[in-house]
């Protein structure tokens, strides 16, 4: 069975952390990403990685900031986020694919999706 579970949204302060993880099940997955998206606004990749390697990719608005990463041991993808924006704030998803993924920050590449965790950064 096929399950993305999103944890560890939350409201934080603008300078401030949070980790989101994305437990996995039912696939080995070839690719994982996480999204966000606000209510009127275009869904947009932030983080993604070829789970067998290679370099993560990143939004630009991120990088130096945000860290993708997995653990297989846990089948949990995480997003380490750091220096919190109110620009940040969003719906954050967490996305898998068992096959190929052309561009991985579209999410019309990928066919499994988590149920979203808010993140809210207050100036």
């Known amino acids: 069975q096929v399950q993305l579970v999103e944890s560890g949204g939350g409201s934080v302060q603008a300078g401030g952390s949070l980790r989101l993880s994305c437990a996995v099940s039912g696939y080995t997955y070839n690719y994982m990403g996480w999204f966000r998206q606000a209510p009127g606004k275009e869904r947009e990749g932030v983080a993604a990685?070829?789970?067998?390697?290679?370099?993560?990719y990143y939004t630009d608005s991120v990088k130096g900031r945000f860290t993708i990463s997995q653990d297989n041991t846990k089948n949990t993808l995480y997003l380490q986020m750091n220096s919190l924006k109110p620009e940040d704030t969003d719906m954050y998803y967490c996305a898998a694919e068992p096959g190929w993924v052309q561009l991985p920050l579209q999410g019309r590449g990928y066919h499994y999706w988590g149920q979203g965790t808010q993140v809210t950064v207050s100036s």
């Open positions: 990685i070829w789970t067998r390697g290679g370099e993560p």
